[in-house]
């Protein structure tokens, strides 16, 4: 096993896979249960990690060519939020290793599915599973025999190629995170009441045909934003949390059907419009302009960003903070993130600009001012990638070929991996154990992940 797996932060739930329960300041390797066999090949494809349990997605490596991805979680399961309750482990005690996570084992689904995208909102897990061959085809000849339904057609194999994807939900439902209940679960209670923890994973609805993929799928606080491809090209959806705008593409000027580009037009400070507290999955009207794609999206606590292939930033929900003003006159962007109440921006030049709260110097300046302004990169150093985590910023930058990573912000629990728990209103360059290359980086709830060789 080669794989190496840093973390730094809140732990109070074990969710770091330390074993044990305590705070780090410092970059620390995670552990692996003894019951988790991983390939020594094996790459990380994502990571999530937030109040009480993370969550990790692993690719087998070429050693296990054709080999399923691999979903392990660790942390606490109070809500269900890694599956059954208490079906990982023997009692409710939280986990302090990565364990292998099966969300699809009891729940009566035909077909061998698995894991490929996860997302996170505070306590409740989001997996798009996929399948490959349905089950029906997958008894038949299809190398041209005869089968008890008379054989399949070059045009029927096709159409039956096609991935056929599902995202599962599981944890608390407060504000009605699970997503409701589809009817493809075998005794699945629908819908799920508001503020009841899953009973078992159950399949988010969102109307996904033969074809259809998720792009991508992110977690605020409490609420969740897919982007979904399918033959008629991307669309968006969402549900959780509502009362903010935060489903609601028109609640910062994206105004759907005006031809024209969608423009993130926050001046005030958040909108009167009365909206419900929580929503089932819908659609988002979102206009993106011809010939643009959405290449990536960041949500905060109550605010949406998304990032098109023409380098325009869209927002929507919550601006109580100024995290949305302006950001429609952004340009030469070139990579977006969120913390809970802000918004932040790389460029092509390798500056960094950011705007929102700035309580705790999340913006990496001395002043409280919300207003964008640029964060200032040591000299000789150019940005090259940004992570954000609930209220700290992470940046991937370089010098003269050299990479560094630089840590700024809250730093209540360590998270920032700087040795101590003091904020930082300015980047401070974070120790690498062994001086290892950076693979992968990602940013949770007070908590830092780095994946390095």
Request: hydrophobic share 35%; glycine share 14%.
């Amino acid at each position: 096993m080669t794989l190496t797996l840093l973390a730094c932060g809140s732990n109070s739930a074990s969710h770091l896979a330390l074993n044990h329960n305590q705070d780090v300041s410092r970059l620390t390797p995670t552990i692996f249960h003894p019951s988790t066999s991983i390939p020594s090949t094996s790459q990380i494809i994502d990571l999530v990690s937030t109040s009480a349990h993370s969550l990790l997605l692993l690719s087998p490596g070429s050693d296990s060519d054709g080999g399923k991805d691999i979903l392990l979680g660790a942390g606490m399961n109070t809500f269900g939020q890694l599956g059954p309750r208490c079906a990982l482990w023997d009692d409710v005690k939280p986990e302090g290793r990565w364990k292998e996570v099966d969300l699809v084992g009891d729940l009566g689904l035909e077909g061998d599915w698995e894991p490929i995208k996860i997302a996170s909102t505070w306590s409740t897990t989001f997996v798009v599973h996929q399948r490959s061959v349905p089950p029906a085809v997958a008894q038949q000849d299809v190398g041209g025999g005869s089968s008890a339904s008379g054989g399949l057609n070059s045009t029927e194999r096709k159409e039956d190629d096609q991935p056929e994807q599902i995202v599962l939900s599981c944890g608390s439902n407060d504000f009605g995170e699970l997503g409701g209940a589809a009817p493809l679960i075998l005794n699945a209670p629908s819908p799920i009441p508001i503020s009841r923890p899953s009973q078992r994973p159950t399949i988010v609805d969102l109307g996904l045909q033969k074809g259809d993929t998720v792009e991508m799928i992110k977690g605020g606080q409490r609420h969740v934003v897919v982007v979904i491809s399918g033959p008629n090209g991307q669309r968006v959806m969402g549900w959780g949390a509502s009362r903010k705008g935060e489903l609601d593409a028109t609640s910062c000027g994206a105004a759907p059907g005006s031809g024209t580009s969608a423009k993130g037009k926050c001046k005030g400070k958040g909108k009167s419009t009365a909206y419900p507290p929580t929503s089932p999955p819908t659609t988002i009207n979102l206009v993106v302009p011809e010939g643009e794609r959405i290449v990536d999206i960041a949500l905060g606590a109550s605010h949406t960003l998304v990032f098109l292939s023409s380098g325009q930033v869209i927002g929507w929900g919550s601006n109580m903070k100024g995290q949305l003003t302006d950001i429609d006159q952004l340009d030469n962007v070139i990579g977006i993130s969120a913390t809970w109440g802000g918004s932040y921006f790389l460029t092509s030049t390798g500056n960094i600009l950011s705007q929102g709260s700035n309580t705790h110097s999340q913006l990496m300046r001395s002043s409280t001012t919300e207003s964008r302004g640029q964060i200032t990169v040591p000299e000789g150093w150019k940005g090259k990638r940004i992570v954000a985590g609930s209220e700290h910023l992470l940046v991937l930058a370089t010098k003269n070929g050299e990479e560094g990573l630089w840590a700024g912000g809250w730093n209540e629990h360590g998270n920032l991996g700087l040795g101590d728990e003091k904020d930082r209103s300015s980047l401070e360059r974070v120790d690498i154990p062994s001086g290892g290359k950076i693979k992968g980086l990602w940013g949770g709830c007070a908590s830092t992940w780095v994946w390095v060789e």
